[in-house]
């Protein structure tokens, strides 16, 4: 009974939460940083192995489950590795910078921060079967890519923030050390992206 | 003071002095003035910014970047 209490809890928070991060941010991340639980990382590993399943159909385009096993399984355990890179480097150089938070706080925050690049992800999967590249150079072809750009970019922001805020809330650090532990993560991330397009496992890095 | 407004007041007091303050010298006050507007609602905000940022993308390629949207499509 106390284990399903505390899932229903954590799937009420999840809601909650969603809702926050999208209207209230600043107030969600204080929240899921002070009181968040780590069980509503299996919400968010939920709304991730949806959008897997979908792109593995994709992306393999036959159904075919080993096919299809294999697609989920590597995107998964890609995305999971890269999480896990995430918050390891994210944690251990914001502590050196002097951080002062809890593991809990950047494992959540992190996690939810997963929220807008599933959504990118799973948009643009669907736009993949709906309008597939390439883009012509006509009226409508521009305008299509302005309107992709447009909310590609204002979904990189809103990770931006969320990332921020992680840091902001998970390790209670101000604005100059965030810019320090940024500029130390990112070089090293964008390594790791070019290894996983190399693997060919993510084209884009699912950060 | 009540017991209930005596533990607000603490809660708050604790809210506001766990963060270190953020400090940009002479830029602090336009940095809040920023950020006033990235905490609660913030995507009118980003979709004005990112708008302004992809027509100045256009007119700086462009039809080429019907090439990058190419590129971000097949990017999942």
């Given amino acids: 009974m106390k284990i399903i209490e505390l899932l229903v809890g954590a799937c009420i928070s999840f809601g909650r939460n969603i809702i926050g991060i999208v209207f209230r941010p600043y107030e969600s991340y204080r929240r899921i940083a002070d009181h968040g639980s780590l069980i509503e990382l299996i919400y968010i590993g939920f709304v991730l192995a949806f959008y897997f399943g979908l792109a593995s159909l994709v992306h393999t385009s036959q159904f075919r489950p080993f096919l299809l096993t294999k697609e989920f399984v590597l995107l998964a355990g890609g995305a999971f590795f890269t999480y896990i890179l995430v918050v390891g480097l994210v944690w251990n150089i914001g502590v050196l910078a002097g951080g002062k938070g809890t593991l809990r706080a950047v494992l959540l925050g992190w996690g939810y921060t997963l929220i807008p690049t599933v959504f990118w992800f799973l948009v643009t999967s669907l736009l993949y079967v709906i309008l597939p590249p390439p883009r012509t150079t006509s009226v409508a072809g521009v305008s299509f890519s302005v309107l992709f750009l447009v909310f590609s970019t204002v979904l990189f922001f809103w990770k931006v923030i969320l990332a921020y805020l992680t840091m902001r809330f998970g390790l209670r650090l101000d604005l100059g050390r965030i810019v320090i532990v940024t500029l130390i993560t990112v070089p090293i991330l964008v390594f790791y992206s070019m290894l996983m397009y190399r693997w060919g496992i993510f084209r884009v890095p699912f950060l | 003071m009540t017991d209930s407004v005596y533990k607000k007041f603490v809660q708050r007091w604790e809210d506001v002095m766990e963060l270190p303050p953020t400090s940009l010298g002479p830029l602090t006050p336009l940095y809040k003035t920023l950020t006033r507007r990235l905490k609660v609602m913030p995507f009118p905000s980003?979709?004005?910014?990112?708008?302004?940022?992809?027509?100045?993308?256009?007119?700086?390629?462009?039809?080429?970047?019907?090439?990058l949207a190419s590129l971000l499509q097949r990017g999942f």
Avoid at chain 2, 58 to 63: C, E, R
């Fill in chain 2, 46 to 67: 980003l979709v004005i910014v990112s708008l302004l940022c992809v027509i100045g993308v256009y007119m700086l390629f462009g039809s080429a970047i019907t090439l």
